[in-house]
T-cell receptor, first 114, second 112 residues
């Protein structure tokens, strides 16, 4: 009954450090997404993967890279962390890459960049 | 462009009804969703409505859609302290490829 699992739950980094956020889903969903949530700004899409083997930029991709490792896993990498990347990061998945399927979310990774 | 707007805060007394409003701009929306986010957690899907429907009821939740005015509302009957959370409205758009647009969220505070 796991759904979407994100690791780690919390992380503190120094400016310039690199880090990979992990996400895995066990619902056999085709599509996966990475969002960031900042106060007063709702959710902003960083990258998404409509299906295994494809990835596309979202609204705010700069400073991030992603890897769709297999159907289950979609990771987000910060190559050189900056304070502006302090945020809560959510991974989500949906059954198909179409808008008539709701997204299912993980519990988030709270990331602070000092 | 595409945009989803919500008021930031709502405060109600326990037992009263809550109404959370949302407006959207894209007329090609297919589904509209309501999510609930409790502190420290992700977004949990509460309910959704297909864009050709006017109303959907699910226990204490009633969703109303006015497609002409592009207005969506979520009514919570007999609001409880456990309903205190942030509520997000979202729309899905199928124009070439799918896209989900989220509002900024409405923080609901239920007073005992």
């Amino acid at each position: 009954n796991a759904g979407v699992t994100q690791t780690p739950k919390f992380q503190v980094l120094k400016t310039g450090q690199s880090m990979t956020l992990q996400c895995a889903q066990d619902m056999n969903h085709n599509s996966m997404y990475w969002y960031r949530q900042d106060p007063g700004m709702g959710l902003r899409l960083i990258y998404y993967s409509a299906s295994e083997g494809t990835t596309d930029k979202g609204e705010v991709p700069n400073g991030y890279n992603v890897s769709r490792l297999n159907k289950r896993e979609f990771s987000l990498r910060l190559e050189s962390a900056a304070p502006s990347q302090t945020s809560v990061y959510f991974c989500a998945s949906s059954e198909r890459g179409k808008g008539n399927q709701p997204q299912h979310f993980g519990d988030g990774t709270r990331l602070s960049i000092l | 462009g595409e945009d989803v707007e919500q008021s930031l805060f709502l405060s109600v007394r326990e037992g009263d009804s809550s109404v959370i409003n949302c407006t959207y701009t894209d007329s090609s929306s297919t589904y509209l969703y309501w999510y609930k986010q409790e502190p420290g957690a992700g977004l949990q899907l509460l309910t959704y409505i297909f864009s050709n429907m006017d109303m959907k009821q699910d226990q204490r939740l009633t969703v109303l859609l006015n497609k002409k005015d592009k207005h969506l509302s979520l009514r919570i009957a007999d609001t409880q302290t456990g309903d205190s959370a942030i509520y997000f409205c979202a729309e899905s758009i199928t124009s070439g490829t799918y896209k989900y647009i989220f509002g900024t969220g409405t923080r609901l505070k239920v007073l005992a």
